[in-house]
């Protein structure tokens, strides 16, 4: 049973337009949701978080939203820039554990 | 560098053999993580070390699989008796503990593991 959902394998954007990754969840336990981005031949990094207790987190061109309503969560990368094409995975947590259950991923690709 | 560093970057063994992975993570970090991650899949946690103690494990982590973190640095993953099934690329992870918190976690670039 999977615990965090990323329905889409694959997303394509043209550059300079918004880039929206989706991200399901099914635990309400979760309280903290995280948004890793993976090159190949690379481990994943660190990209941005948000708590339960908030809606929205932004950095820079990156802000994730959580609808915990809904157990639902978006990255929007706007301006897309090139460098931006990559995996992208969201992962979450419950109760401060250590544990991330992650999801499958989005390919994000850039075109110019 | 001061990022996670992970040795070997790949390795092919031959199935029954067994393998040692290293990660040194951060130096200030006290928590260590191993995951597995499979093609087109997200990682999926095997163990984790609060400094030297390991404080859990996963259902994943069949008794061939054996993690270490002796002085509380460096880990080690060994898997005894490679499975073709054990294909995967193991990554590691560290992040600092505080507060209860979750903190982010940062990761090493993996260990690619090919059974043949």
């Known amino acids: 049973d999977q615990q965090v959902k990323q329905n889409s394998p694959s997303l394509s954007v043209q550059e300079g337009r918004i880039s929206i990754l989706n991200c399901d969840y099914t635990?309400?336990?979760?309280?903290?949701f995280l948004w890793y981005k993976k090159y190949p031949a690379e481990g994943p990094t660190f990209l941005i978080s948000i708590s339960s207790i908030k809606d929205k987190n932004e950095d820079g061109r990156f802000t994730v939203f959580l609808n915990k309503s809904a157990k639902h969560l978006s990255l929007h990368i706007v301006p897309s820039q090139p460098g931006d094409s990559a995996v992208y995975f969201c992962?979450?947590?419950?109760?401060?554990?250590?544990?991330?259950?992650w999801g499958a991923g989005t390919k994000l690709i850039i075109k110019p | 560098d001061t990022g996670v560093s992970q040795n070997p970057r790949h390795k092919i063994t031959k199935r029954g053999q067994n393998v040692t992975f290293r990660c040194d993570p951060i130096?200030?970090?006290?928590?260590l993580y191993w995951y597995r991650q499979t093609l087109g899949q997200g990682p999926e946690f095997l163990t984790y070390?609060?400094?030297?103690?390991?404080?859990?494990k996963s259902r994943l982590l069949s008794d061939r699989f054996s993690a270490e973190r002796p002085k509380g640095s460096f880990s080690t993953l060994e898997i005894q008796r490679t499975e073709q099934g054990d294909s995967a690329m193991y990554l590691c992870a560290s992040s600092l503990a505080g507060g209860g918190q979750s903190t982010e976690a940062f990761f090493g670039q993996g260990t690619r593991l090919t059974v043949v």
């Open positions: 130096s200030e970090h006290n928590r």
């Open positions: 992962a979450a947590s419950a109760d401060s554990n250590y544990q991330l259950i």
């Open positions: 070390f609060q400094n030297e103690a390991q404080l859990e």
């Open positions: 635990n309400s336990m979760f309280d903290y």
